[in-house]
């Protein structure tokens, strides 16, 4: 149990109202208890850190200044977000984050009426805030919007396609940018600070419109000439001039931690008629917690840890992570393979990209936050005689849909797709669950799509699909660490479209896609335990579809049964339609399809989540009995 901090100033604050009766000289005493409370929480949870202790100062005094939640604060992310929760009337909760039942690890509108936009994926808060702010504008109704972005997040063109329309909100909207690692700005410190709150005063705005306006009264081409001027004057001051050229009016770079800076700055932008506003606020990640400031990841994500000393609590040694066999791989072949290289969007680590560009440095490309162009830059790099790997998470890939369609598959360009987080993901949610791919992409003309069932399937199917180049090919692999088997020495090339039995019987026939294969194991010993002779295939193509062994599955097996840990229109339904095409559904076989229901799941322990979605060995031998039209009560032996 980690031992609760001394909080006693925090303790007088449930909510933002609470908080805005404080003194200003009491807010740097109330900052640092909320990231000792934050460190505390997150030492017995898990989750999201160094974001979240970057933004506390930052968190603090936007909620002192501007009166949330009338004012709408939008989180880009949402995973720096858990000092907001804390103030926001979720503080008896935040020992709860990422578990079942508990907070989520983002921002929630069902959580929090301070949570006015649902975020997980990057880049949409500025596109969403200028969404409430026109609302409010056309309502006549009070409020701004407040979008808090980035560095990392600002490299996705979702963000400047909102900044290009954001002059329709005026002074309603307010962008926040959250510098902490591009160092788009020089160092800051007090002439930064005070040249922010000078750009920012009443007094400077005031002379400027008013300047502006006697200007418009001199001849066009000198107006524009002295608005130049102005322009490119506090351009190079304070680094300005992309986003004056974008419709805003730019303050900063100032000190995020400094709360004499930010209070007058932020109260001079809330006061103001001028708009819209784009606040630079420069912090530092993992700000306030040594092993966090010293760690290379800034303790981005963690696992539990002891507070005292940072370190996590690691799980006993095990089988390698998908990713890093993944990575390790792929690394292996590229020694002699000077064609393939790796794309990603901002998670190297996160995909084992990193693996490879410890090795090849030359032909690893992160990209940052911009899914769409990886996927396009990969195809260039196809089309030009490369063989790249773009290793995205499912979820992330969805953001990129339309260019896997136009700018691969129509030209049937040779794309691998390395989809990492398939399935169910635990903690993180229904947002970066990889639900859809196997839908998305198995109904696509030219692509192949492969599941691979363990990692020594996942060798062979990066080995497969770089050797793949008659056009695109994906293959799909979740989170986390996998089964134990051994990894093979030597890869092998699979045949495209073609699966393989792994278990023979005669009266019941399992179809299994990806890492669903154990489960469906465990169902068979079950069911031949109650005399019900049964086959397990791995098909390992969702696309093409091995016809030849579901042929033969569904003319010799009374019940077949798909299972796949995707949504609907996957696997089972491309199934169906074989069957129905073939006419093979009217042969008294009794086909039943197994898949993520047709809800987004809450975080919660991936078995856990497996278990809610019916994909575990006793509800797939209920599907059974109960297609044989057997009492269910079976279960729970199946269970035991």
Not at 65 to 80: A, E, K
Not at 138 to 155: E, F, T
Request: contains cysteine; proline residues 5%; hydrophobic residues 40%.
């Amino acid at each position: 149990m980690v031992e609760r901090p001394e909080t006693p100033l925090l303790d007088t604050v449930a909510t933002p109202e609470d908080l805005r009766k404080l003194a200003p000289e009491q807010l740097r005493q109330l900052a640092d208890e909320l990231r000792a409370e934050m460190i505390s929480a997150v030492g017995s949870t898990g989750g999201h850190l160094g974001s979240g202790l970057g933004v506390v100062e930052l968190t603090t005094a936007i909620h002192y200044v501007f009166n949330t939640p009338t004012d709408r604060l939008i989180w880009d992310v949402g995973h720096q977000a858990y000092p907001h929760k804390i103030l926001t009337g979720r503080r008896d909760r935040i020992r709860t984050l990422r578990q079942g039942g508990g907070l989520s690890g983002f921002t929630k509108r069902s959580e929090s009426e301070y949570d006015p936009f649902g975020a997980a994926h990057s880049s949409t808060s500025i596109s969403a805030a200028l969404g409430f702010a026109v609302a409010n504008k056309l309502k006549d109704a009070p409020g701004k919007a407040i979008a808090v972005i980035g560095d990392g997040a600002m490299s996705a063109g979702m963000a400047y396609e909102a900044m290009n329309n954001a002059e329709q909100a005026g002074n309603r909207l307010v962008v926040i940018l959250n510098d902490n690692d591009m160092s788009i700005a020089p160092p800051v410190g007090g002439l930064s600070a005070y040249l922010a709150r000078m750009v920012s005063s009443s007094e400077y705005l005031g002379l400027r419109s008013l300047a502006s306006k006697f200007a418009r009264k001199l001849s066009r081409r000198v107006h524009s000439g002295l608005e130049k001027a102005e322009e490119y004057a506090r351009g190079m001051a304070t680094g300005g001039t992309l986003f004056e050229e974008l419709g805003f009016y730019y303050v900063g770079p100032i000190d995020g931690h400094n709360l004499d800076h930010l209070i007058p700055v932020l109260e001079n932008v809330r006061d103001s008629e001028q708009g819209p506003i784009l606040v630079h606020v420069v912090t530092q990640k993992g700000k306030g917690y040594a092993p966090a400031e010293n760690s290379a990841d800034k303790y981005h994500g963690v696992a539990k840890f002891d507070v005292v000393t940072g370190e996590q609590k690691k799980s006993a040694g095990g089988p390698p992570n998908y990713q890093n066999v993944f990575g390790e791989t792929l690394s292996t072949l590229a020694d002699s393979d000077p064609r393939i290289c790796a794309i990603t969007a901002a998670m190297p680590s996160g995909t084992g990209v990193d693996k490879f560009a410890q090795a090849h440095p030359d032909r690893a490309f992160d990209v940052g936050i911009a899914e769409q162009h990886a996927v396009t830059f990969a195809a260039g790099l196809a089309a030009q005689g490369m063989r790249p790997f773009c290793a995205i998470y499912s979820t992330f890939l969805q953001r990129a849909f339309d260019q896997v369609v136009h700018d691969v598959c129509i030209q049937n360009l040779p794309v691998r797709f390395a989809i990492d987080r398939a399935g169910l993901v635990g903690a993180d949610g229904a947002t970066h669950a990889g639900s859809f791919d196997i839908t998305y992409l198995a109904t696509l003309p030219n692509m192949v799509v492969m599941a691979a069932a363990d990692e020594a399937e996942l060798v062979h199917m990066t080995y497969t699909a770089a050797q793949h180049d008659s056009g695109p090919i994906a293959f799909r692999y979740p989170r986390g660490a996998g089964t134990g088997v051994a990894l093979p020495e030597t890869p092998e090339l699979l045949e495209i479209g073609k699966g393989r039995v792994v278990r023979e019987g005669s009266k019941i026939a399992l179809l299994s896609l990806g890492t669903r294969l154990a489960e469906a194991l465990k169902a068979a010993d079950a069911l031949e335990a109650k005399g019900l002779s049964t086959t397990v295939a791995d098909l390992r193509f969702a696309k093409p579809l091995d016809t030849a062994l579901i042929d033969k599955l569904m003319r010799t097996h009374e019940v077949l049964v798909t299972v796949e840990e995707g949504a609907i229109g996957g696997l089972g339904a491309h199934v169906l339609t074989h069957a129905s095409d073939e006419g093979l559904t009217d042969t008294g076989l009794k086909i039943r399809t197994m898949r993520l229901p047709d809800m987004f799941q809450d975080h919660d322990a991936p078995e856990k989540q497996y278990d809610e979605a019916g994909l575990n060995a006793p509800q797939i031998v209920d599907t059974v009995l109960k297609a044989l039209r057997h009492n269910s009560a079976g279960v729970e032996e199946a269970r035991a």
